[in-house]
């Protein structure tokens, strides 16, 4: 075929505008990339013939519509992913150490992990506490745990991930008085906050409130945000948690952007403008090690998600059509026979995310199914991340995948079949309606159970397993928290009671319930008022429990 | 015939990774036994209570969260204290084996960590019946 000078005209002109603006303002890491033997790498590969309106159509450039091949225009040729590992355990004292040890070594944000009771709005002295205090996550009981938290941690300079759903109000509330105490404004605050309530349904199980009052809460934030901390990613759409619950990789893509329909009409129907939030929106994926499908489902993501923005809801800025994610390596791949292998495991993964396109990466320690990592471990996950950064030169060449016959058609395919769910789920009126009739966690049990059948007969292998298996020592090293810990933890939260104005605490519950009755409100800047003053996060979720109820699962088996 | 056999599958603490619960409630129920599930975020009183009501022979606990070592036990206890410590109680999750010593001892009959092939699982149920 002869070459059709479109091609080159269409990555000149690209060159010439787009790539400038951001080189301009951001300059590459190198001035001149090349692979490890010095042949020259280009920014981009684009085809030299071929159907040219169906390429720019599906495909494009970086940074351009419909954002197939990446949402910026120089990818990790600017610079990397941020490097965040997700940590948190025991008491605020000791995760402030674990971050700064990560910050020590190269990482370049924070991702705070909360335990069970902080994520379901408990305070530590609750009865279903019990067992739970500082296991999973960093225990956070009012605003004096938060302060020890990012004690030396200056907040203008780091970007902070918090895993936290239902209580996201609050947590974010906390964040922002803590900063205010260091003396950093709020629009010089960067980071997300997961904030996504639907998954914690079908998936996750942090829920608190029935999905109306949720909601609410979630466009409160959005609104507050966009006035207020407008650097601020207020939702994390998360599909690792619905993959990790056993679902297939269309069915990770499918039903978190129909999570994310949802959120965009619920903010729409509260009057809000879709370009004034909609930029802030960021997504959360799985990496699981079928490279060739993981790399094709995260372009395949994004293409649809900018159609969706577009097409569906009229958005006009790019930012606002640009899915942007993080990626966590996948913790159901883990095994916790011959735990090492899980280095390679970990390291497939992160290629996939990285050939992907992803904004950020948490890499997995090779000991998580046994525990709570150790310090070597994480390490070595971090270490994984750095390899590839530097040394796999899969980040001189943006979306280098692209073109091969095998990934654009599984990119296609994937993508036809997660429009075959969207359209599905819309028929049936919304996600909201499809999860409560049950509908979402059937599909994504009969693949977990299709997986673990398929496990069991041997018929998918899983290395160390059901094949090369030997016998084992249990290892030795594997991290404990302190059953203590909740004791201590207790008397810390005695003591914030007993130096705090009561008067003044039960003056802002009484101020969060009116707010609470009042569904034009938001409720976010008393929060905010209530946290300042040291009221508990679960005196606070316990109004908002009497004033909203409870969600009750709905078991589908 | 002999009488079928009851098995509750649940989730005491407040964690919520049921895929291997519900994998195993499953599995079981596919194996002729008769399965209950009880869902997510159970407390130990509840899930004793629903064991009794339900007239099982046996609990099977799951737990990915690390609160093995408080929940498992007072599931037992409960048990004894209600006169019902005829129902086998076992568990599973991520639990280190450094910790299952101890749960054998408080009563927690087996516990089957990641990777435990479900033929495992109804052998023990079998030998245990």
Avoid at chain 1, 280 to 298: C, P, W
Avoid at chain 1, 311 to 328: I, V
Avoid at chain 1, 376 to 385: E, F, G, H
Wanted: glycine share 6%; aromatic share 8%.
């Amino acid at each position: 075929m002869s070459k059709d000078e479109r091609f080159q005209k269409r990555r000149v002109d690209w060159e010439n505008t787009i790539v400038k603006k951001t080189t301009d303002r951001f300059p590459e890491r190198k001035t001149e990339f090349t692979t490890s033997s010095w042949i020259p790498a280009d920014r981009i590969d684009i085809p030299e013939s071929g159907d040219f309106d169906n390429y720019t159509e599906k495909l494009g450039l970086p940074g351009e519509y419909p954002y197939t091949r990446g949402v910026q225009p120089t990818m990790y040729r600017g610079r990397f992913w941020t490097m965040r590992q997700y940590a948190g355990f025991g008491t605020a004292e000791e995760s402030n150490e674990r971050y700064k040890f990560l910050l020590d070594q190269g990482q370049t944000g924070l991702s705070i992990a909360f335990d069970l009771p902080t994520q379901i709005g408990y305070d530590s002295d609750n009865i279903v506490a019990e067992g739970e205090v500082g296991k999973v996550g960093v225990a956070i009981d009012t605003m004096k745990d938060m302060e020890i938290l990012f004690d030396g941690i200056p907040l203008d300079k780091v970007s902070t991930s918090m895993t936290i759903n239902s209580p996201a109000a609050i947590l974010l509330a906390m964040y922002v008085a803590v900063a205010e105490k260091q003396g950093v404004s709020r629009d010089k605050l960067t980071g997300t906050i997961q904030n996504d309530i639907l998954k914690e349904y079908m998936a996750r199980g942090t829920y608190i409130f029935p999905p109306k009052p949720s909601l609410r809460l979630i466009t409160n934030i959005f609104e507050y945000c966009s006035a207020e901390v407008p650097k601020w990613n207020t939702i994390s759409i998360s599909g690792y948690h619905i993959r990790e619950a056993g679902s297939t990789a269309v069915q990770e893509i499918a039903f978190t952007l129909a999570d994310g329909i949802e959120y965009v009409k619920a903010a729409l129907k509260v009057g809000l403008d879709i370009d004034s939030f909609a930029g802030r929106l960021s997504f959360f994926f799985n990496a699981h090690n079928d490279l060739l499908e993981e790399v094709a489902k995260f372009r395949a993501a994004r293409r649809i998600w900018a159609k969706v923005m577009k097409e569906k809801f009229n958005a006009q800025k790019p930012t606002s059509m640009m899915l942007r994610f993080h990626t966590q390596t996948g913790g159901s791949t883990l095994t916790a026979q011959q735990s090492d292998n899980n280095i390679v495991r970990v390291a497939i993964q992160t290629l996939a995310a990285v050939l992907g396109g992803t904004q950020s990466l948490h890499t997995n320690s090779r000991d998580e199914a046994l525990g709570l990592p150790t310090e070597d471990s994480v390490r070595i996950a971090l270490r994984t991340q750095q390899i590839v950064a530097y040394e796999s030169g899969v980040t001189n060449s943006i979306d280098p995948l692209a073109g091969s016959y095998t990934i654009e058609k599984l990119t296609d395919t994937i993508e036809e079949q997660v429009w075959q769910y969207l359209n599905k789920i819309d028929d049936m009126g919304g996600m909201v309606r499809a999860i409560e009739n049950g509908y979402v966690q059937k599909e994504i049990q009969n693949a977990a159970y299709r997986y673990q059948q398929e496990v069991e007969s041997a018929e998918r292998i899983v290395v160390g397993v059901n094949k090369y298996t030997i016998k084992e020592n249990p290892p030795s090293d594997v991290l404990k928290v302190d059953p203590k810990l909740r004791d201590l933890q207790i008397r810390k939260l005695v003591e914030v009671k007993r130096q705090r104005n009561q008067e003044i605490v039960n003056q802002q519950l009484n101020e969060l319930r009116l707010t609470a009755k009042d569904r034009d409100k938001n409720l976010m800047p008393v929060i905010v008022a209530a946290v300042k003053e040291y009221a508990t996060l679960g005196e606070i979720c316990n109004i908002l429990r009497e004033e909203f109820g409870e969600y009750q699962e709905s078991i589908v088996l | 015939m002999m009488k079928k056999i009851r098995i509750l599958i649940a989730k005491p603490g407040l964690d919520g990774h049921d895929r291997g619960a519900k994998y195993v409630a499953r599995a079981l129920k596919d194996a002729g036994y008769e399965v209950i599930y009880t869902g997510i975020r159970q407390t130990p009183e509840a899930i004793v209570k629903t064991a009794i009501q339900e007239d099982v022979n046996f609990i099977g606990l799951s737990l990915l969260s690390g609160a093995h070592n408080e929940l498992f036990p007072k599931v037992v206890d409960l048990l004894k204290a209600k006169n019902a410590d005829d129902i086998i109680v076992f568990g599973g999750g991520v639990i280190p084996e450094s910790d299952i010593p101890d749960l054998n001892k408080k009563g927690i009959r087996a516990v089957f960590t990641p990777g435990t092939p479900i033929k495992d699982i109804i052998a023990y149920i079998e030998s245990a019946r």
